[in-house]
Antibody, heavy 122, light 106 residues
Framework: QVTLKESGPALVKPTQTLTLTCTFS??????????VSWIRQPPGKALEWLAR???????FYSTSLKTRLTISKDTSKNQVVLTMTNMDPVDTATYYC??????????????WGQGTLVTVSS | SYELTQSLSVSVDLGQTARITCGGN??????VHWYQQKPGQAPVLVIY???NRPSGIPERFSGSNSGNTATLTISRAQAGDEADYYC?????????FGGGTKLTVL
């Protein structure tokens, strides 16, 4: 059974850097074909994909946010970390991590964490 | 980036068939996936690769994709199907989501 859980601060101030951790079980980022993404959802709005990291350490980012995002993995801890710099109130959202299934170009998100709400406010 | 267009809301009578559409340029040449999201919960994959159901998803959920429109069909709609539904596809190393459709079961 695959489980993922997001953790991080509930509140950050504008201009600060956000660091979120996704801790998972039932999958391993040392296994070929394993991929994990971060996705966010502002309150009452749609889902927005942010970043992806693969078992071989390939990394991909949202075109509109790539200058602010960094994704990394710690295979020994079964964790994926996302950092987002220069936070703004518009970045207030629930942040999810999700395992990716399928093969290129048919990727989908088949297991999701519960999400963590991050509010950006001074 | 690729744009996916969904109607804001769809209503269906209890026990009838609901159809939720996702529009995009030549979307029929892509693979589309669908998620159900209930209030306060994470999304759940209900259809992948246009018309495949993950284990545990009822047969009432089906999908199709042709031309410029992908469709999620929910047969014999139940009160428990009330949720937001999102389409998604992968385009040149980025994921695109539709804006979401709120399904109301009357």
């Amino acid at each position: 059974q695959v489980t993922l859980k997001e953790s991080g601060p509930a509140l950050v101030k504008p201009t600060q850097t956000l660091t979120l951790t996704c801790t998972f079980s039932g999958l391993s980022l040392s296994t070929s074909g394993t991929r994990v993404s971060w996705i966010r959802q502002p309150p009452g709005k749609a889902l927005e994909w942010l970043a992806r990291i693969d078992w071989d350490d390939d990394k991909f980012y949202s075109t509109s946010l790539k200058t602010r995002l960094t994704i990394s993995k710690d295979t020994s801890k079964n964790q994926v970390v996302l950092t987002m710099t220069n936070m703004d109130p518009v970045d207030t959202a629930t942040y999810y991590c999700a395992r990716m299934g399928g093969n290129y170009p048919r990727y989908y998100f088949d297991s999701w964490g519960q999400g963590t709400l991050v509010t950006v406010s001074s | 980036s690729y744009e996916l267009t969904q109607s804001l809301s769809v209503s269906v009578d209890l026990g009838q068939t609901a159809r939720i559409t996702c529009g995009g340029n030549n979307i029929g040449s892509k693979n589309v996936h669908w998620y159900q999201q209930k209030p306060g919960q994470a999304p759940v994959l209900v259809i992948y690769n246009d018309n495949n159901r993950p284990s545990g998803i009822p047969e009432r959920f089906s999908g199709s994709n042709s031309g410029n429109t992908a469709t999620l069909t929910i047969s014999r709609a139940q009160a428990g199907d009330e949720a937001d539904y999102y389409c998604q596809m992968w385009d040149t190393n980025t994921a695109a989501f539709g804006g979401g459709t709120k399904l109301t079961v009357l």
